[in-house]
């Protein structure tokens, strides 16, 4: 029998086709609260004043920690940010966003081959040839990410509110230079953490749709039949949901994409390639 997965899918994408599925557990059992807490998932650009409880910090990096590393090279650390003044000179350089300062807790992710490179050292090898190469480097970024999302899950599970940042990037250099990084790191983005304000409708009280399913899932092949209507499809849904928002006069998504790749207004994200460099990256 086809159902709903849950009414969270329903919000996901404000599309039945997308939302309706058979349910791959036992009718009569609830919907796992692990698969609750990700499906639940909305960005929080508003914070309450309130400490994190003892333990937090070190719970939220067991669960980085228990992710997928790519042969078990774990090629990522994190630099936790908690003091006011040094979290609002990050907020600063990352497009000024207010809700960094807000957050008790603010995480940066590095790619990290730095370990790699010293422990080839102290093990007697003069050369690192694999280091340079460009796999290393998206290995490092994916292996960030992973960690990252599993904290997003963990934190949100806590009942915690998260915000990715990726204007870090906007910065890149200054960042590196104000968290000491040395070469082979980097800050990839941030991630503001702590109890979300939610009567500030930038808490993210309602969840934001994506796009179709059958626009990014592909069976066995590639296939782009249907973008053009699944797009149309999309854009009434976010279209709606600003409505609800009150955040009325929003582009059309499509319309939106397209002005945003077309810009020639790309910020610090033009120097992005100089400063991965500059931290003796070689992308080769």
């Given at each position: 029998m086809t159902k709903t997965i849950s009414p969270?899918?329903?919000?996901?994408?404000?599309?039945?086709?997308?939302?309706?599925?058979?349910?791959?557990?036992?009718?009569?059992?609830?919907?796992?609260?692990?698969?609750?807490?990700?499906?639940?998932?909305?960005?929080?650009?508003?914070?309450?004043?309130?400490?994190l409880p003892e333990g937090t910090l070190e719970t939220l990096i067991t669960a980085a920690q228990s992710g997928s590393t790519s042969s078990l090279l774990q090629t990522w650390d994190v630099i936790a940010i908690q003091d006011p003044?040094?979290?609002?000179?990050?907020?600063?350089?990352?497009?000024?966003?207010?809700?960094?300062?807000?957050?008790?807790?603010?995480?940066?992710?590095?790619?990290?081959?730095?370990?790699?490179?010293?422990?080839?050292?102290?093990?007697?090898?003069?050369?690192?040839?694999?280091?340079?190469?460009?796999?290393?480097?998206?290995?490092?970024?994916?292996?960030?990410?992973?960690?990252a999302q599993n904290v997003a899950i963990a934190a949100e599970s806590l009942g915690l509110g998260i915000c990715y940042v990726g204007a870090l990037r906007h910065n890149a250099d200054e960042v590196c230079k104000l968290l000491n990084l040395p070469p082979l790191t980097w800050g990839v983005f941030g991630m503001a953490v702590g109890y979300p304000d939610t009567a500030n409708r930038r808490s993210g009280r309602r969840i934001k749709p994506r796009l179709p399913m059958r626009e990014v899932l592909h069976m066995e092949r590639w296939n782009e039949e249907g973008q053009k209507d699944n797009v149309a499809s999309y854009d009434k849904a976010l279209g709606t949901f600003y409505e609800e928002e009150s955040k009325f006069g929003r582009k059309a998504w499509g319309e939106f994409v397209a002005g945003r790749v077309a810009s020639q207004a790309q910020g610090g994200w033009v120097n992005i390639r100089k400063v991965i460099e500059k931290q003796g990256f070689k992308l080769e």
């Open positions: 969270l899918a329903e919000a996901r994408y404000r599309d039945s086709e997308s939302s309706t599925f058979p349910l791959p557990i036992d009718p009569s059992n609830s919907l796992p609260s692990a698969l609750s807490t990700i499906l639940s998932h909305r960005s929080c650009r508003a914070f309450l004043p309130f400490k003044e040094h979290k609002s000179n990050i907020a600063t350089l990352a497009a000024d966003q207010d809700f960094i300062r807000q957050a008790p807790l603010f995480l940066v992710f590095c790619p990290n081959l730095r370990r790699l490179k010293n422990l080839s050292e102290q093990y007697g090898h003069q050369d690192s040839p694999v280091l340079d190469n460009m796999n290393m480097f998206i290995m490092s970024t994916v292996d960030s990410a992973i960690a």
